[in-house]
């Protein structure tokens, strides 16, 4: 039998051909009704919104969007922040993300001045992952 970690909850579950355990396709089935229920009576709503009214996390609902469970034209969103996939009118990121990239952005230069690389390294690694975290490019590879 193939065992393999469930991409969203990380346990180790059977392998069928689902990327997730039951457990979790049962927990994303019941958010898909409750999303899709919740979207005829609300449409036009974003990320945030969605999320905020029926209790699916936004990680849940960015998942969804990715396996097409959900489209991004039931959501009438054109832009998310490639950082946290926040819907936003302009740009690349939402305003909390820009503020935080540029902060980031500054410590880690500075730090390099400091020679203090190593430390930052990794942080460094993270900010750049975060800026490739574009839900409309990130599509789960295997
Ligand atoms: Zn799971
Ligand atoms: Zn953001």
Same mark, same amino acid.
């Given at each position: 039998?193939?065992?393999?970690?469930? !991409?969203?909850? &990380?346990k180790?579950?059977?392998? $069928?051909?689902?990327?997730l355990?039951?457990?979790?396709?049962?927990?994303?089935d019941?958010?898909?009704?409750?999303?899709? /229920?919740?979207?005829?009576?609300? #449409?036009g709503s974003?990320i945030?919104?969605?999320?905020?009214?029926?209790?699916? #996390?936004? !990680?849940?609902? =960015?998942?969804l969007?990715r396996? $097409?469970?959900?489209?991004?034209?039931?959501?009438?969103?054109?832009?998310?922040? *490639?950082?946290?996939?926040? #819907?936003?009118?302009?740009?690349?990121?939402?305003?909390?993300?820009?503020r935080?990239?540029? &902060?980031?952005?500054? /410590?880690?230069?500075?730090?390099? =001045?400091?020679?203090?690389?190593k430390? *930052?390294?990794?942080?460094?690694?993270? %900010?750049i992952k $975060?800026? &490739?975290?574009?839900? %409309?490019?990130?599509?789960? /590879?295997?």
């Open positions: 039998m193939d065992y393999r970690y469930c !991409k969203r909850c &990380n180790l579950y059977v392998f $069928g051909n689902m990327q355990c039951n457990n979790c396709l049962q927990e994303i019941k958010s898909v009704s409750v999303i899709r /229920k919740y979207l005829e009576e609300n #449409p974003n945030c919104v969605l999320s905020q009214n029926t209790g699916v #996390p936004e !990680k849940d609902i =960015l998942y969007l396996e $097409g469970r959900l489209v991004f034209s039931d959501l009438q969103i054109t832009l998310y922040c *490639e950082r946290c996939g926040k #819907p936003i009118s302009e740009g690349k990121y939402c305003g909390e993300c820009k935080d990239l540029e &902060n980031l952005l500054s /410590k880690t230069s500075q730090s390099m =001045l400091e020679g203090k690389m430390k *930052e390294e990794k942080s460094k690694g993270d %900010l $975060g800026i &490739n975290m574009n839900v %409309l490019e990130r599509r789960e /590879k295997d």
